[in-house]
Nanobody
Framework: QVQLVESGGGLVQPGGSLTLACAASGSISSHWNMGWYRRAPGEQRELVAR???????TYGDSVKGRFTISRDIAKTTVYLQMNSLKPDDTAVFYC?????????WGRGTQVTVSS
């Protein structure tokens, strides 16, 4: 089993920044990839960013240029640096871990962008 612990959500003003973290533990593979997804009220879950073996990252169109995903391999942790936040970024953000055996989701952390 793989467990995920998300942290860093909260309330931020428009234009502000926030960093999310997701730490994986348990039966961690040597080849894993992790990412962040979000679900806004009344919307479907969408990809925010994902980072793969070798450090290659992919981003959702709505966050390109504003969000950056990074990872600490030794800690099996991924970070999501979110800049220039907009009210439309308000959502529950979910972490996902994936390898050849597991596809695990975190419980989610709320991000609210509001003045």
């Amino acid at each position: 089993q793989v467990q995920l612990v998300e942290s860093g959500g909260g309330l931020v003003q428009p234009g502000g920044s926030l960093t999310l973290a997701c730490a994986a533990s348990g039966s961690i593979s040597s080849h894993w990839n992790m990412g962040w997804y979000r679900r806004a009220p009344g919307e479907q879950r969408e990809l925010v960013a994902r980072i793969f073996t070798g450090g290659v990252a992919t981003y959702g169109d709505s966050v390109k240029g504003r969000f950056t995903i990074s990872r600490d391999i030794a800690k099996t942790t991924v970070y999501l640096q979110m800049n220039s936040l907009k009210p439309d970024d308000t959502a529950v953000f979910y972490c996902n871990y994936r390898d050849s055996q597991y596809d695990t989701w975190g419980r989610g952390t709320q991000v609210t962008v509001s003045s």
